[in-house]
């Protein structure tokens, strides 16, 4: 993986050839420290470290190391998937994944801030209980803030695809083991196992007890109804949805998402390259319809991409105020504790400021607190 973070900004824009120009403002935006809010500790393994953990765990590749991420279709990544969660099964190993992505986020994209989904569902059949697998992950999220400086919260998510009694044991273990770090629930998982309504009871437990909420929803791989934004809003409490472009086929969903100021985490990335061109309209609907968007890059090491590409995809031209709203959207969507947020915000801000001036802007960026990644003037 190249080191992004080395780089400068060599090239004017004025003076540069409109190669060096784009090559310009990659590396501008690989430089913006920046929030992750939907990334996945299974996804995020590299490649060798699955091989590694799965040779432990005695379990079989189903082919080469060097080849594990290049998919044969979506059933062929769902079942990689599989087996990276399976093979998961000591705290260390949660410990160095977390360690490891932060490590590559940071040099790929100059991270700042993550806030991690795990299933713990994921190795219940093994027998490996949740307090094993939140040492670790624990762990990790310390030994990242002390190597990298970067700050990691956790957020345990319920599968879909499990039924209600290990859904119910996820909430269950999750309240009955507080941790700071441990700051939301999440849902995920295939979104047509069922409506949002499945799990009110259960989110409504986890807020009642305190937890943020956000929840998967409206993604592009299946006919699910954009009601199921206001299912998640209304009744599970969610401020934050994972996804989302479904919204699109309904402009009165779109309209409530908008007031309720809800927060996307939008990944410009998908699984297949068939959804890609599809997914970067989606994204720029989005901002253009006024919701506010953060970008992610949900399973980045199966879906060989990073924090920095994922800005390159969704901005591919030069769009300081773009930038700056989706930057400062992460920001604001986070559930850092308010001190760390408004800390981390300013940071951000400098960093935009830095940037405009170095790239010859006349505006500088403004680090007020009124903007929340709205981008009606969005132009894709
Ligand atoms: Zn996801």
Known sequence: MTDHSRNTFAAQP????AGSRAAAWGVLMR???????????????????????????????????????????FYDFIEIFRLAARSMCRAAHFERAVHEYVQDAQR?????????????????????????????????ARAAERDFGVTVLLIPSIDREFGDDVAQRVVDEVLADRRDEVVGLGLDGPEDRGPPERFTELFQRAGAAGLRRTAHVCEDYAPTPAANYLACHDLLGCERFDHGYRLLTDPTVVARARADGAFFTCCPKP????????????????????????????????FATDLGEAYERA?????????????????DACWLDAGRRDALRLRVAAALTQARAEWGAAAPA??????????PSWKP
């Open 31 to 73: 430089r913006i420290p920046k929030v992750e809010l939907h990334v996945h500790v299974v996804g995020s393994l590299r490649a060798s470290t699955l091989a590694a953990f799965a040779a432990e765990a005695g379990l079989a590749l189903p082919r080469p190391a060097h080849a594990l991420y290049q998919y044969r279709g």
């Open 271 to 302: 699984s297949t390259r068939e959804r890609d061109a599809l997914r970067l309209g989606a994204i720029a609907a989005m901002c253009t319809a006024g919701l506010g968007v953060t970008l992610a890059t949900d399973d980045p090491a199966m």
């Open 14 to 17: 004025g003076a540069a050839s």
């Open 366 to 375: 403004s680090a007020g607190g009124e903007a929340r990644g709205r981008n």
């Open 108 to 140: 790929a994209g100059a991270l700042a801030h993550v806030e991690f989904f795990f299933n713990p569902s994921y190795l219940y059949a093994q027998g490996v209980p949740y307090r094993t697998q939140l040492e670790g992950l624990l762990a990790g």
């Open 315 to 331: 901005l591919p031209e030069p769009d300081l105020d773009a930038l700056e709203r989706l930057c400062l959207a992460g920001v």
